[in-house]
C-alpha cells in the first residue's frame, strides 16, 4: 500500500525554524520526485520546493528562497523541507506529494499525496 506520512509540524515563533519530513512506505522513493506545497486557509495550494530523482532542485516560490532548503534520503525513504527564519504567512498546512521523475508545479500532475502537517508561524 502506497503511503506518504507527513511529521514534524507545529507552531514556532517568527524567526524560528522547523524541519518537516515525508515518510514513504509501500514504495521506493528513488525514482521519484518529491514536491512540497502548501495549503494556507482559505488559499489555493502554492507549490514550495520540489527535488527530482536525479536531485534537481527547484524553488517556485520566491519567498522561501534563502530560508527553505528541501532534501532527501533515499535509503530511509524520507523527503525533507527544513524551514528557518520563518514567518507569519509561512503559516499553512504543507503537504508532500510525488511523481516520477520531473518536477511540477501543478498538484494535479502528483499521484500521490500525504495527508499535511500544520505548520503555525505566531508570537
Known amino acids: 500500500q502506497v503511503q506518504l506520512v507527513e511529521s514534524g509540524g507545529g507552531l514556532v515563533q517568527p524567526g524560528g525554524s522547523l524541519r518537516v519530513s515525508c515518510t514513504a512506505s509501500g514504495f521506493s522513493l528513488d525514482p521519484y520526485a518529491i514536491g512540497w506545497f502548501r495549503q494556507a486557509p482559505g488559499k489555493d495550494y502554492e507549490a514550495v520546493l520540489c527535488?527530482?530523482?536525479?536531485?534537481?532542485?527547484?524553488t517556485y516560490a520566491d519567498s522561501v528562497k534563502g530560508r527553505f532548503t528541501i532534501s532527501r534520503d533515499n535509503v530511509e525513504n524520507i523527503g525533507y523541507l527544513r524551514m528557518d527564519n520563518l514567518e507569519p504567512d509561512d503559516t499553512a498546512t504543507y503537504y508532500c506529494?510525488?511523481?516520477?521523475?520531473?518536477?511540477?508545479?501543478?498538484?494535479?500532475?502528483?499521484?500521490?499525496w500525504g495527508q499535511g502537517t500544520q505548520v503555525t508561524v505566531s508570537s
Open positions: 527535488i527530482s530523482s536525479s536531485d534537481f532542485i527547484t
Open positions: 506529494l510525488v511523481r516520477l521523475y520531473y518536477c511540477s508545479d501543478s498538484v494535479g500532475d502528483y499521484p500521490y
